[in-house]
C-alpha cells in the first residue's frame, strides 16, 4: 500500500530518537523525547496557491503538534500540511 497525499498536504516518516546524548548518556525509552525532524517520503500536488517547496527525501523540521499520525503496513507516518513545516535540514 502507499500513502498518496492530497493538495498541500506531504507525508512524513519520523527519524529515531537519540539513545545516547553527546556526553554518552544512555537514555532511558521513556526518557527518549521523540525528534520533531522527519524525512519526506510523499508530497502533494499542491494547489492554486501554494507551491510545493519541499521534495521526497527532505529531512525536515515540522511543528511539535502538527499532523495526523497514520499506520500503514506496520509502518508510521506523519501527514502535515507543508505550511506546518518550518525548514528543511540541509547537510
Known amino acids: 500500500m502507499q500513502l498518496v497525499p492530497l493538495g498541500d498536504r506531504v507525508v ?3 527519524l529515531e530518537a ?3 546524548t553527546k556526553s ?3 537514555l ?3 526518557a527518549q523525547e ?3 525532524e522527519a524525512e ?3 508530497v502533494g500536488p499542491g494547489t492554486d496557491d501554494v507551491k510545493m517547496e519541499v521534495s521526497v527525501g527532505d529531512k525536515v523540521i515540522y511543528s511539535k503538534y502538527a499532523g495526523t499520525n497514520v499506520k500503514l503496513d506496520d509502518e508510521e507516518y506523519i501527514v502535515v500540511k507543508q505550511s ?3 525548514a528543511i535540514v540541509k547537510e
Do not use: M, Y
Open 12 to 14: 512524513l516518516k519520523q
Open 18 to 20: 537519540e539513545e545516547t
Open 24 to 26: 554518552g548518556i544512555i
Open 28 to 30: 532511558a525509552a521513556g
Open 34 to 36: 521523540k525528534p520533531q
Open 40 to 42: 519526506v517520503v510523499a
Open 84 to 86: 506546518d513545516i518550518l
